[in-house]
């Protein structure tokens, strides 16, 4: 069943650490599951979403789109991550929208199961606090990046922190104009910049991969420590 691959995955999660099988039981039965296909809306910008979203599988980004249409993707998901504690610990407004990349299954647990373990269980709401902090520390980082570093360096970073084996897969939904608006820029710039990295010996890339052929070059070129 379903709720029993839930049931398994909110054992392992940090925040829910400490609470009973019975307790896990409750929150996994209180679940709804929706399936969403690509370019499918999660959830939008300015609406009030009060469910914690579990993405089983799946990808997703998170944007913000201007009045002229542009879009700054501010975050990508991946399968196995939490996300909306705005809606849940706040009633806010989404500060952003949500699309699903490719076929994405996620789990809505409801606000009113998740208050009955936190009034129950405090220390679990100060585990939600600081997933919700690391997040926006993240963003706050990005947010420095975005004014502070070059289009370059952007790049560079991003492909330090999510190359697996010094090999950037590139999706479908990983395509010049994705990558190009959560960099903050356009696919032209960033053309530019995997032209002058790859001609530099630094990287190669095909349509399937970007990959990394000196890792301290790309570290001293963007100036990041330890790269």
Do not use: C
């Amino acid at each position: 069943m379903q709720t029993d691959i839930l049931l398994k995955r909110l054992q392992t999660f940090e925040f829910l650490r400490g609470l009973d099988n019975n307790t896990l039981t409750g929150l996994a039965k209180s679940a709804r599951w929706k399936v969403f296909p690509p370019n499918a809306i999660v959830f939008w910008e300015g609406n009030i979403e009060t469910d914690l979203y579990y993405l089983q599988y799946g990808s997703l980004k998170v944007l913000k789109t201007s009045p002229d249409g542009r879009e700054q993707v501010l975050r990508f998901i991946s399968a196995g991550e939490i996300f909306n504690e705005v809606g849940v610990l706040a009633k806010r407004a989404n500060p952003a929208t949500a699309v699903a990349l490719e076929e994405s299954g996620i789990w809505l647990i409801p606000r009113e199961a998740l208050e009955k373990i936190v009034l129950a269980h405090p220390y679990t709401a100060l585990q939600i606090i600081q997933n919700m902090a690391d997040k926006i520390i993240e963003l706050v980082t990005f947010a420095s990046d975005l004014s502070l570093k070059t289009v370059e360096a952007r790049f560079i970073k991003l492909l330090l922190e999510q190359a697996e084996g010094g090999v950037l897969t590139r999706r479908r939904w990983t395509n010049q104009t994705e990558l190009a608006a959560h960099l903050g820029t356009v696919p032209d710039v960033l053309s530019r910049v995997l032209r002058e990295l790859t001609k530099a010996g630094l990287i190669e890339m095909d349509k399937q991969q970007i990959r990394i052929l000196n890792r301290a070059g790309l570290a001293e070129r963007a100036m990041i420590e330890g790269g």
